[in-house]
């Protein structure tokens, strides 16, 4: 067998198992940094309190406003996670007319809210490379991130300009990690 042949195997056998193990985007990762609707959905609480999603998803704030509107709900969380939040708000709201109703006639209101960086990076970047040397343990900033998307492989990455904004802010804030906070089966 080529090597390349041996690669799209071990790929569709990763690909695979991640189809078959619940959760492996999010839930049973905790070692990586929460995204903005992760903390979102937390500050909320479970369920979530409908009347402040609703004033929330209809609000359009910068960062600064958005960590200053939430100073008192968020003073629990560390500065990263503060960062987190109000990034992703400031990138995401308020949502598209129609989206929190539709999420709500479905049962789950939460639904509505884009994904977070976390999730975009576990959904999209292991495709092709590993998690942990194109991602977890690079030093960005916001624009070296969104740069990374002109590269030649990246271009074709399915994100929208949106998505990708919300990756670059979360990765700018987020990353590089610790390689030991990482666990050692993904470092490679």
Same mark, same amino acid.
């Given at each position: 067998?080529?090597?390349?042949?041996?690669?799209?195997?071990?790929?569709?056998?990763?690909?695979?198992?991640?189809?078959?193990?619940?959760?492996?985007?999010?839930?049973?990762?905790?070692?990586?940094?929460?995204?903005?609707?992760?903390?979102?959905?937390?500050?909320?609480?479970?369920?979530? +309190?409908?009347?402040?999603?609703?004033?929330?998803?209809?609000?359009?704030?910068?960062?600064?406003?958005?960590? +200053?509107?939430?100073?008192?709900?968020?003073?629990?969380?560390?500065? @990263? @996670?503060?960062?987190?939040?109000?990034?992703?708000?400031?990138?995401?709201?308020?949502?598209?007319?129609?989206?929190?109703?539709?999420?709500?006639?479905?049962?789950?209101?939460?639904?509505?809210?884009?994904?977070?960086?976390?999730?975009?990076?576990?959904?999209?970047?292991?495709?092709?490379?590993?998690?942990?040397?194109?991602?977890?343990?690079?030093?960005?900033?916001?624009?070296?991130?969104?740069?990374?998307?002109?590269?030649?492989?990246?271009?074709?990455?399915?994100?929208?300009?949106? @998505?990708?904004?919300?990756?670059?802010?979360?990765?700018?804030?987020?990353?590089?990690?610790?390689?030991?906070?990482?666990?050692?089966?993904?470092?490679?």
């Amino acid at each position: 067998m080529m090597p390349r042949t041996i690669s799209i195997i071990a790929l569709m056998g990763a690909l695979s198992l991640a189809a078959l193990t619940p959760g492996l985007g999010q839930e049973g990762h905790e070692f990586m940094p929460k995204g903005g609707k992760t903390l979102l959905i937390e500050l909320l609480g479970t369920p979530p +309190d409908a009347a402040r999603l609703r004033e929330i998803t209809q609000s359009q704030q910068s960062e600064e406003e958005w960590s +200053d509107a939430l100073a008192g709900q968020m003073s629990a969380m560390s500065e @990263q @996670q503060r960062r987190t939040i109000s990034a992703y708000l400031a990138i995401n709201m308020p949502l598209p007319e129609g989206a929190l109703e539709k999420a709500e006639s479905q049962g789950d209101a939460t639904a509505a809210l884009p994904p977070d960086g976390r999730e975009l990076a576990w959904n999209e970047c292991q495709f092709c490379h590993s998690l942990f040397s194109s991602h977890l343990t690079q030093d960005r900033d916001g624009q070296a991130w969104l740069n990374m998307f002109e590269s030649p492989f990246h271009r074709e990455i399915k994100m929208s300009a949106q @998505q990708r904004e919300i990756f670059a802010r979360y990765s700018a804030i987020n990353m590089p990690m610790r390689v030991e906070d990482v666990p050692a089966e993904l470092r490679f």
